[in-house]
């Protein structure tokens, strides 16, 4: 079983649409959840960051961690076709002698 | 403001000949510094990381050796390249605010071909 599981997509919705992303974690002792943005051929850059449970908030983008059901989720407002692009979750457990996670990415398409 | 540059942007090698990418950050110093590639299905897989000049952390078993001459220099070589060698190679910079967090800021990586 992989530590980190996300559905690869593609995920394609209509421009506006509320999108829903997902990841599944088996470690109960990660406790730093990140949302990496990747364009094609360019680096991730990093689009949120939540520490342990709760909802976090940035423009459209609101990021949700559940760790009783190992469970964190991006979700996307109005969404826009330059929100296309792969997103990867990732996740650590403790800082400074820990490395970052990533689940595989999901792709996601949004259409005129 | 702190910048990671990475090149080559892409490269097409044979099997069997040898690589070097470089990744340098500007605007910090004594970063932690790490090599991922990316695999096409396969997300963000760890490589190497170094916390300090010379100081070099193996994750993955394979024919890539990394090295840190200078603080802010980070070098992935392999003598011989195979076919399984090919993806997507990025370099990636813990802040120090990161190492409470783990936030990795990321180059824009170097697309290796090997035929």
């Known amino acids: 079983q992989k530590e980190v599981e996300q559905d690869p997509g593609p995920l394609s919705v209509p421009e506006g649409a509320i999108v829903s992303l997902n990841c599944t974690y088996s470690n109960s002792a990660f406790q730093y959840f990140m949302w990496y943005r990747q364009y094609s051929r360019k680096g991730p850059e990093l689009l949120m960051y939540?520490?342990?449970?709760g909802n976090k908030e940035d423009g459209r983008f609101t990021a949700q961690v559940d760790k009783s059901s190992k469970y964190i989720s991006l979700f996307i407002r109005d969404s826009q076709p330059s929100d296309s692009a792969t997103y990867l979750c990732?996740?650590?457990?403790?800082?400074?002698?820990?490395?970052?996670?990533f689940g595989t990415g999901t792709r996601l398409q949004v259409f005129p | 403001s702190q910048t990671i540059h990475q090149w080559p942007a892409t490269l097409v090698q044979p099997v069997g000949s040898p690589l070097s990418l470089e990744c340098t950050v500007e605007?910090?110093?004594?970063?932690?510094l790490y090599w991922y590639r990316q695999a096409a299905g396969r997300g963000l897989q760890l490589l190497f990381y170094s916390v300090g000049i010379g100081q070099i952390s193996s994750e993955v078993p394979q024919n890539l050796s990394a090295s840190r001459p200078q603080d802010r220099q980070f070098i992935l070589s392999s003598k011989k390249l195979l076919l399984s060698d090919s993806g997507f190679y990025l370099c990636?910079?813990?802040?120090?605010?990161?190492?409470?967090?783990?936030?990795?800021?990321f180059g824009e990586g170097s697309r290796l071909t090997v035929l």
């Open positions: 939540t520490y342990s449970s």
């Open positions: 990732a996740m650590i457990r403790s800082y400074n002698t820990d490395k970052l996670i």
């Open positions: 990636a910079w813990l802040p120090r605010r990161g190492l409470n967090t783990g936030e990795l800021f």
């Open positions: 605007g910090t110093s004594n970063p932690n």
